[in-house]
């Protein structure tokens, strides 16, 4: 069991910067895939960005490639998403995600992960 809870969001200009911290509980949280997805009200969830348990391999969406970063410290059971240059199309509420090591499912699809945090809000003013 893996439980999560994020930090760092709230009200910031265009063009601003904003890092969101996820800090998990359990043993085992190098092994867990993480990622970052966002919801914007009336829309789906949609993915952000994801890392491997040996941040080996990142992988984010194309609306956020070159301005946001997904980064883990294992030792201190945190992922986090440097999110710069930051538009008002970003504003949604930011979740932080576990997927099992062993999970067969696709890095993009929320369906795939399964431990969630709470979220936090991230607005971008124009």
């Known amino acids: 069991q893996v439980q999560l809870i994020e930090s760092g969001g709230g009200l910031v200009q265009a063009g601003g910067s904003l890092r969101l911290s996820c800090a998990a509980s359990?043993?085992?949280?190098?092994?867990?895939?993480m990622g970052w997805f966002r919801q914007a009200p009336g829309a789906e969830r949609e993915f952000v960005a994801a890392i491997a348990w040996s941040a080996g391999s990142t992988y984010y969406a194309d609306s956020v490639k070159g301005r946001f970063t997904i980064s883990r410290d294992n030792a201190k059971n945190s992922v986090y998403l440097q999110m710069n240059s930051l538009k008002p199309e970003d504003t949604a509420v930011y979740y932080c995600?576990?997927?099992?090591?062993?999970?067969?499912?696709?890095?993009?699809?929320?369906?795939?992960?399964?431990?969630w945090g709470q979220g936090t809000q991230v607005t971008v003013s124009s």
């Open positions: 995600a576990a997927r099992l090591p062993w999970d067969a499912g696709s890095w993009f699809q929320a369906g795939s992960y399964q431990y």
């Open positions: 359990g043993r085992t949280f190098s092994t867990y895939r």
